[in-house]
């Protein structure tokens, strides 16, 4: 199993950028899907993107496609978010997660949590 510590929030400007960073410690990174997570305040948690840490097939929510990016560095077992041209809707807590993922296309972000096992602690990220 893994396990996994985010870093790199903070606040910012609208239209600023940020890069979180999510390292997962344990056995077997390169056997799941790894994921950004965020939850608002007083919302329900959603899935931002996503990445096959094998295969490297990367997923977006419609609200985040063309500003944020995900990418990894499988030699530091780490996964990234940036956030480019950053609005205050992107305010929240970010959360990595680790699962089979799957449901990219068959819900909405918000369904996506059901596919992940592992979660992080969170990182806040304010706009």
Same mark, same amino acid.
Request: charged share 15%; with cysteine; glycine share 18%.
């Given at each position: 199993?893994?396990?996994? +510590? ?12 940020? =890069?979180?960073?999510? +390292? &997962? *410690? ?8 790894? &994921? ?6 007083? /919302?329900?948690? /959603?899935?931002? &993107?996503?990445?096959y840490t094998g295969g490297g097939s990367t997923y977006y929510a419609d609200s985040v496609k063309g500003r944020f990016t995900i990418s990894q560095d499988k030699a530091k077992n780490t996964v990234y !978010?940036?956030?480019? =041209? !950053?609005?205050? /809707? ?6 990595? &997660? ?7 296309? *068959? *819900? ?9 096992? *592992? ?5 806040? +990220?304010?706009?």
């Open positions: 199993h893994v396990q996994l +510590v985010e870093s790199g929030g903070g606040s910012v400007q609208a239209g600023g950028s940020l =890069n979180l960073s999510c +390292v &997962a *410690t344990g056995y077997g990174y390169s056997r799941y899907c790894m &994921a950004w997570f965020r939850q608002g305040p007083g /919302e329900e948690r /959603e899935g931002a &993107a996503g990445i !978010l940036q956030m480019d =041209n !950053l609005k205050p /809707e992107d305010t929240g807590i970010y959360y990595c &997660a680790a699962g089979s993922g799957g449901s990219w296309y *068959t *819900t909405s972000s918000r369904g996506w949590a059901k596919d992940f096992t *592992t979660w992080g602690q969170g990182t806040q +990220v304010t706009v």
